[in-house]
């Protein structure tokens, strides 16, 4: 049986067919899902893709963390279902109360649109098992409020339960993709839940998974492939 990834599509969701795209070429099948419907089609995954939903009014990730079908996402997460927040969705997910934290506008108050280089700190969650743990990957990255804060308690609880997925990597040239894009704390790029089920990063893995796009590296598709395996393997 194909493994079903269901995709959820936000007023201002831009990289919703994009994300598909991944999915179906890591093997599975994707699912279109829309934000007012609090059906999930009976997918074994969901994705929240990136993009400015609801224009980012309010917050980022404020008001469609309210849509309907956040109702059900919630819920099936709590229980275990896989899920991933891509930028705009790892917002949602913040604003959601599925990962600790906030996402803040860039400390430069700019947009930013780059190649960026990352370290896979954590390959044991359901979305980072095809990466082995200190690997360095380079994935678009793309945002206007993706500066992770949190209180210092929160971050060396993070820290010390292995719950950093992703960090960018500080040392080297900044034209290389190298240094802390947008101010995150602890050079944060994404983190996981507990469980692992959940996990949220500002870059754009469905950019990089094919070398003819994005980076012209397939670096994003371990994150499709994970889940695919680990969906077929439950």
């Known amino acids: 049986m194909t493994a079903r990834i269901g995709v959820v599509t936000f007023p ?13 070429l890591a093997g599975a099948e994707p699912v279109a899902l ?37 109702e059900t996402v919630i819920e099936q ?29 860039n400390n430069h108050l ?27 990957i380079h994935i678009p990255l793309k945002n206007m409020d993706g500066r992770y804060v949190a209180d210092e308690r929160t971050l060396d609880m993070l820290e010390a339960e292995g719950r950093v997925a992703f960090r ?8 290389d993709g190298y240094g802390n894009p947008n101010g995150s704390l602890r050079d944060i790029a994404g983190i996981t839940n507990e469980a692992g089920n959940v996990v949220g990063l500002m870059p754009h893995p469905e950019h990089a998974v094919e ?22 393997n439950a």
């Open 12 to 24: 201002g969701s831009l990289d919703d067919r994009d994300t598909q795209r991944a999915i179906k």
């Open 34 to 70: 829309w934000h007012k419907d609090k059906d999930l089609k009976q997918v074994d995954a969901v994705v929240l893709p990136g993009g400015f939903s609801y224009g980012d009014y309010l917050r980022a990730g404020a008001i469609s963390r309210f849509s309907p079908v956040m």
């Open 77 to 105: 997460a709590k229980s275990g279902m896989p899920v991933l927040g891509i930028c705009n969705g790892f917002q949602i997910l913040t604003e959601a109360h599925l990962l600790p934290g906030a996402m803040l506008g």
């Open 168 to 175: 960018y990597m500080v040392s080297g040239a900044a034209a």
């Open 211 to 232: 070398p003819l796009i994005g980076t012209g590296r397939t670096d994003g598709l371990p994150f499709f492939t994970s889940i695919l395996k680990k969906l077929v």
């Open 110 to 136: 700019h947009f930013i649109c780059r190649d960026q280089k990352l370290r896979v700190e954590n390959a044991d969650t359901a979305w980072t098992s095809d990466y082995e743990a200190g690997q360095e």
